[in-house]
């Protein structure tokens, strides 16, 4: 049974956008718009010429503040502030979700590649605020993304995470490479499963409440 594999686990890493939230939620197409604006105004270019900008920079770097910091000495915090500024009313507050997180046994934290402020604000309006045991953003990687192995190293060193112990919730399947490299239980959310699968996967799920719920009543 799928609680069986994650009976050893005493830490559980959740990412925060898309995964302790549905994607419909559609905050990150609004950090998206002002990520490229940041990219347009910092550099001088337009707005196509950024935005081909964010995206080459997350698909080469993992996160385009990661890249804006290699290749153009951006200041990270200014950035982190401007661009996690945006309309959060489309969440929800989840009492399931919230159940179920609470349920499990052993240290719960939720890791971003945004800032903790932010996900702080997310955590609030999802109705989740003190169920985690710490909230990790990329300032405490030292600005490294996921999923660059140094990222995990520092936060995990930070927490004292044992990954033969943990398990990561994650909706970035680049971001559980690593994870799974470590040992830990590896949980892709998403409305649909990779095709083909991917061997760094061992779980899927569309339903993060319903899943973490199975994991308690099958115990």
Do not use: C
């Not at 309006?125 to 996921?146: C, D, Q, S, V, W």
């Amino acid at each position: 049974m799928t609680a069986d594999s994650f009976s050893h686990v005493k830490t559980w890493v959740f990412d925060l956008d898309n995964t302790l939230y549905p994607p419909e939620a559609a905050l990150f197409s609004q950090i998206e718009v002002k990520m490229t604006d940041w990219v347009s105004r910092e550099l001088n270019v337009t707005t196509d010429e950024a935005n081909k900008l964010r995206r080459d920079y997350w698909a080469e770097y993992g996160t385009t503040l990661s890249g804006m910091m290699a290749r153009h000495g951006t200041d990270p915090l200014p950035y982190l502030t401007y661009v996690h500024d945006i309309d959060f009313s489309g969440l929800a507050a989840d009492a399931a979700l919230k159940a179920a997180i609470t349920a499990l046994p052993g240290r719960k934290i939720v890791y971003t590649n945004g800032s903790k402020p932010y996900a702080e604000r997310v955590l609030e309006a999802r109705g989740l605020t003190g169920i985690f045991n710490a909230i990790y953003g990329i300032e405490h990687a030292e600005f490294h993304p996921k999923p660059q192995p140094q990222a995990f190293a520092t936060v995990f060193a930070a927490d004292g995470v044992a990954p033969e112990e943990a398990a990561m919730f994650e909706d970035d399947p680049r971001n559980l490479v690593v994870p799974h490299a470590l040992g830990m239980k590896t949980v892709y959310v998403a409305p649909s499963p990779l095709d083909p699968p991917a061997p760094h996967i061992h779980h899927h799920t569309n339903d993060l409440a319903h899943f973490l719920r199975s994991l308690i009543v099958e115990t």
